[in-house]
């Protein structure tokens, strides 16, 4: 028997919505999938040749550039932090919606920053933050964090913050508030290119399946 078809999911907030997307895509979940504490990491489906994981959002690119997943659900965000020439995302999945934004304290914002040559940043994208201050002329010290980036301008570790925003709530309650938007941000599918072309048979209907969940048409 060919081994199963890996789909890499991402934990957090992505994942309520796609286990939905994956039911349009005729894939249901074994029911520890959706609970969040369970310290399972590898789930069954309804179909034996299609098992998914549940891993950290950054990883999800990396177990599929890499070959370990074949196909994942993972935010363009994480696509243009790593930019993997292994990956290919053919598929925009409609979920995920967010932002990545430039953050400041509100006195800070007010300040005139022309004439700007050098900042600090905290975040979690530091190859997308230097190129958005590059593009400005400004060159970005990033201070590598991997949560809790709120806390960064009030604690003195930096004055600004890189990272995803939503509704904007925790930005608000923390201080902060949006300067800049780096790029909007949606969940893409990404299949390995090499298994793309090995198991294209498996793949390239999967594929479909996937995009025709999205345009709500019939996915079998």
Same mark, same amino acid.
């Given at each position: 028997?060919?081994?199963?078809?890996?789909? *890499?999911?991402?934990?957090?907030?992505?994942?309520?919505?796609?286990?939905?997307?994956?039911?349009?895509?005729?894939?249901?979940?074994?029911?520890?999938?959706?609970?969040?504490?369970? !310290?399972?990491?590898?789930?069954?489906?309804?179909?034996?040749?299609?098992?998914?994981?549940?891993?950290?959002?950054?990883?999800?690119?990396?177990?599929?550039?890499? #070959?370990?997943?074949?196909?994942?659900?993972?935010?363009?965000?994480?696509?243009?932090?790593?930019?993997?020439?292994?990956?290919?995302?053919?598929?925009?999945?409609?979920?995920?919606?967010?932002?990545?934004?430039?953050?400041?304290?509100? #006195?800070?914002?007010?300040?005139?920053?022309? #004439?700007?040559?050098?900042?600090?940043?905290?975040?979690?994208?530091?190859?997308?933050?230097?190129?958005?201050?590059?593009?400005?002329?400004?060159?970005?010290?990033?201070?590598?964090?991997?949560?809790?980036?709120?806390?960064?301008?009030?604690?003195?570790?930096?004055?600004?913050?890189?990272?995803?925003?939503?509704?904007?709530?925790?930005?608000? *309650?923390?201080?902060?508030?949006?300067?800049?938007?780096?790029?909007?941000?949606?969940?893409?599918?990404?299949?390995?290119?090499?298994?793309?072309?090995? !198991?294209?048979?498996?793949?390239?209907?999967?594929?479909? !399946?996937? !995009?025709?969940?999205?345009?709500?048409?019939?996915?079998?």
């Amino acid at each position: 028997m060919a081994d199963p078809i890996i789909i *890499a999911v991402p934990k957090g907030r992505i994942l309520a919505e796609a286990v939905p997307l994956l039911q349009r895509a005729g894939i249901e979940p074994e029911a520890a999938f959706s609970d969040e504490d369970s !310290r399972a990491l590898r789930f069954a489906t309804n179909n034996p040749g299609i098992d998914l994981i549940r891993v950290r959002a950054f990883d999800v690119a990396t177990f599929v550039a890499h #070959g370990a997943a074949q196909l994942g659900i993972v935010g363009s965000d994480v696509l243009a932090e790593f930019d993997y020439s292994e990956l290919y995302a053919p598929v925009d999945l409609g979920i995920g919606h967010c932002r990545l934004s430039v953050a400041e304290p509100k #006195g800070l914002a007010a300040e005139d920053q022309a #004439g700007l040559s050098h900042v600090r940043v905290a975040t979690k994208y530091p190859h997308l933050t230097r190129a958005y201050y590059e593009a400005q002329g400004i060159q970005a010290e990033c201070v590598k964090l991997n949560g809790a980036m709120e806390l960064a301008p009030s604690l003195g570790l930096s004055r600004r913050i890189v990272d995803l925003v939503s509704s904007g709530a925790t930005l608000k *309650a923390n201080g902060l508030v949006e300067t800049g938007t780096i790029m909007e941000i949606s969940a893409r599918l990404i299949v390995n290119r090499a298994a793309m072309k090995m !198991r294209a048979a498996e793949l390239v209907p999967l594929v479909e !399946r996937f !995009r025709a969940a999205v345009e709500g048409r019939d996915a079998a």
